[in-house]
Each structure stands twice: as structure tokens, then as C-alpha cells.
Nanobody
Framework: QVQLVESGGGLVQTGGSLRLSCAASGRTFSNYAMGWFRQAPGKERDFVAA????????YYGHSVKGRFTISRDNAKNTVFLQMNSLKAEDTAVYYC?????????????????WGQGTQVTVSS
């Protein structure tokens, strides 16, 4: 069974930065794309970022492009999300996910395994 564990969330002020980490186990990590999604109370789960298995293809949601950076370290089975210039609108639970099939997707239904989420709160 694949296990994904997020860490690094917390409380920051507007304009601050956080770095989220997601440690993966249970399946060959380097063979699959990884993604970050977020969900605020009462809202849909939105795409944040995705990275292909070798890191050659990267996609960002429109609201975070230019502020967030996704990266991965396959030797450590870990994917990261560096979040800069944080806004109150970024407040949400952030989820790490591993894609269900070979390839890369920005759609949540194409991801098979999910972490428990980590809370990010940006004060305004």
C-alpha cells in the first residue's frame, strides 16, 4: 500500500513563505508523477502543481503560478512545494498525491493515492 505523508504546514503572515514536504513509500516513487492539491472549507479540491516522474514536465494552477515551485528528490522519495508570497486566499489543507497511471495530470481523479493533508493558514 502506498503511503504519503505531508509535513511543513503552519501559520504564516501574508507575504511569508512555507515549504511543504511529502514523503512517499510503498510503490516505486520515481515511476509516477506527483501532484499537490488544496481544499478550503466549503470549496472544491483545486489543483496546485504537478511534476512528472523525472521532473521534466511541471504544471501549476493559475492562482499559484509564479509564487509556488514544485520539485522532487527521487533518491529520497520526496516531493516538495515551496510557497512564496503567500496570500490569505492560499489558506487551505494541502494534499500530496501520486498519480494512478504513467503520465502527468492536473485532474484529481487521475491520482490514486493521497496523503492526510497538512494545514496552511495565512493571516491577513
Amino acid at each position: 500500500q502506498v503511503q504519503l505523508v505531508e509535513s511543513g504546514g503552519g501559520l504564516v503572515q501574508t507575504g511569508g513563505s512555507l515549504r511543504l514536504s511529502c514523503a512517499a513509500s510503498g510503490r516505486t516513487f520515481s515511476n509516477y508523477a506527483m501532484g499537490w492539491f488544496r481544499q478550503a472549507p466549503g470549496k472544491e479540491r483545486d489543483f496546485v502543481a504537478a511534476i512528472s516522474r523525472s521532473g521534466g514536465n511541471i504544471y501549476y494552477g493559475h492562482s499559484v503560478k509564479g509564487r509556488f515551485t514544485i520539485s522532487r528528490d527521487n533518491a529520497k522519495n520526496t516531493v516538495f512545494l515551496q510557497m512564496n508570497s503567500l496570500k490569505a486566499e492560499d489558506t487551505a489543507v494541502y494534499y500530496c498525491a501520486q498519480q494512478a497511471t504513467i503520465g502527468i495530470s492536473t485532474t484529481a481523479r487521475n491520482y490514486d493515492y493521497w496523503g492526510q493533508g497538512t494545514q496552511v493558514t495565512v493571516s491577513s
